[in-house]
């Protein structure tokens, strides 16, 4: 019986002998071929690994075992260098993000990220939409805010609706297109 880990959910395939292996994973429907998929058979002696191994020829790749003694010319001192200005960064933007009361992740990469300030929308540069569905309102008007946030790894910003105005845009949008109207 042969088991095949699949390389993108890592689910066990359990498959009979004599049946076809699969070429599609049962639980995401990925490809099971190509250089990420392992095969492990599970239930068969040593000796007879050793026997199919030697059949496979070159197909087959070989594990080479490395002792840690044979590293011993590495020092793991001089693969690690202390570096100052990147542990000071991470630890004031750790105490930023501790600061800040919304904590957006970053589209991009998922970091979090840290708010660098806020952005006035005036009249003259934002022009609005208006709805029909709104009784011929706009969903938001200018004068308003965006909240800035700046991503530490990536460097991506991202524009966030003021806390202010988030609430003008719900009370707008819940309101019935006749009641906008009597504006």
Known sequence: ????????????????????????????????????????????????????????????????????????????????????????FEETVEQLLNEQELVPECPVCREYMVESGELLISANQFRHRTSETLGGDAVIEAPFTLTMYVCPSCFAVQQILGDAHRHQVVRRLSLEPTEGNEK
């Open 1 to 88: 019986m042969a088991v095949v880990i699949c390389p993108w959910c890592q689910s066990e395939i359990i498959q009979e002998e004599g049946q076809e292996p699969e070429k599609y994973c049962p639980v995401c429907d990925n490809e099971l071929d190509g250089y990420r998929t392992l095969k492990l058979n599970i239930g068969e002696d040593e000796d007879e690994y050793d026997d199919e191994e030697d059949d496979a020829g070159e197909d087959q790749a070989t594990v080479i075992s490395i002792d840690d003694e044979d590293l011993s010319w590495v020092d793991e001192e001089t693969l690690v260098e202390p570096n100052d200005e990147l542990q000071q």
